[in-house]
Structure formats: structure tokens, C-alpha cells
């Protein structure tokens, strides 16, 4: 991904229910994290259009999913494990070895996605969040 694909790729998270959207999706915020972040994102095409989107990165320490999102018509074809994939490669290859993603409480599609794809659901940890 990079910052060229922002509209495109805004206007589908925009228009995929469970993605969570704020002030730091911003067109600025977005091209700073894949600056800081270099090469973890992708997103999938169909011809010249964005079908997919995976947004990643780490803190040097641990990986991040946010955002993980594929046109309704091409669900169900694999293609969100490609980039789950890709993006994991990618922090494996910066020597990170554990990644966490957060989905929205009422996603269900996201949850359903996350625990068939192998991924574990945390109890024992709560997110807190505060404006700065």
C-alpha cells in the first residue's frame, strides 16, 4: 500500500461494516504510518481497482493489524488470508514474532474471520484509550 492508494482504499474501509474509523485515518496520519512502516501494508486490486486492504506495522516490538477489509463480491475467496499473510511475512522478516489486531466488539463477520484464520482470542486483556 501506499499513500496514492489512500482514497480508494479510505472510501472502502468507509463502506465495510466493523471497520472503525477516526481522526487517525486521516490522509496525513495514513501516510505517516506507512512511512514508519514501510512495506507491511498491501492492498489487492482487480484490474485498476482496490478490492483489499490490510494496514500493518510495529512498534519495534510487536506487530499491529488494523483495518483488514475486502469488497463484499470477493469475499470468501482466500483473499484476506493472502494479506494477513503477506503482512505477517513481512513482520517476520523485521524480527518481530507476535502480532495483535483489534476488532470491534459488534463485528461478528471480523471475529468469525480472525478464530477460523488461527488467530487467538485474548481474555485476559482489556484496551484502554485516551486523547493526547
Given at each position: 500500500?501506499v499513500?496514492?492508494d489512500?482514497?480508494?482504499?479510505?472510501?472502502?474501509?468507509?463502506?465495510?461494516?466493523?471497520?472503525?474509523?477516526?481522526?487517525a485515518?486521516?490522509?496525513?496520519?495514513?501516510?505517516?504510518?506507512?512511512?514508519?512502516?514501510?512495506?507491511?501494508?498491501?492492498?489487492?486490486?482487480t484490474?485498476?481497482?482496490?478490492?483489499g486492504?490490510?494496514?500493518?506495522?510495529?512498534?519495534?516490538?510487536?506487530?499491529?493489524?488494523?483495518?483488514?477489509?475486502?469488497?463484499?463480491?470477493?469475499?470468501?475467496?482466500?483473499?484476506?488470508?493472502?494479506?494477513?499473510?503477506?503482512?505477517?511475512?513481512?513482520?517476520?522478516?523485521?524480527?518481530?514474532?507476535?502480532?495483535?489486531?483489534?476488532?470491534?466488539?459488534?463485528?461478528?463477520?471480523?471475529?468469525?474471520?480472525?478464530?477460523?484464520?488461527?488467530?487467538?482470542?485474548?481474555?485476559?486483556?482489556?484496551?484502554?484509550?485516551?486523547?493526547?
Amino acid at each position: 500500500m501506499v499513500i496514492e492508494d489512500y482514497n480508494e482504499v479510505y472510501q472502502l474501509w468507509s463502506l465495510t461494516k466493523g471497520i472503525g474509523l477516526s481522526g487517525a485515518d486521516t490522509r496525513e496520519n495514513i501516510d505517516a504510518y506507512l512511512k514508519r512502516n514501510k512495506g507491511l501494508s498491501f492492498v489487492c486490486k482487480t484490474g485498476n481497482r482496490i478490492i483489499g486492504a490490510i494496514l500493518c506495522g510495529h512498534d519495534g516490538r510487536r506487530g499491529f493489524i488494523h483495518h483488514l477489509v475486502i469488497d463484499e463480491k470477493y469475499r470468501r475467496m482466500g483473499l484476506g488470508e493472502k494479506l494477513v499473510s503477506k503482512s505477517l511475512e513481512r513482520l517476520k522478516q523485521e524480527n518481530i514474532q507476535k502480532c495483535h489486531l483489534f476488532v470491534m466488539k459488534d463485528n461478528e463477520l471480523g471475529k468469525e474471520f480472525w478464530v477460523k484464520t488461527g488467530w487467538e482470542k485474548r481474555e485476559d486483556i482489556r484496551t484502554f484509550s485516551r486523547n493526547i
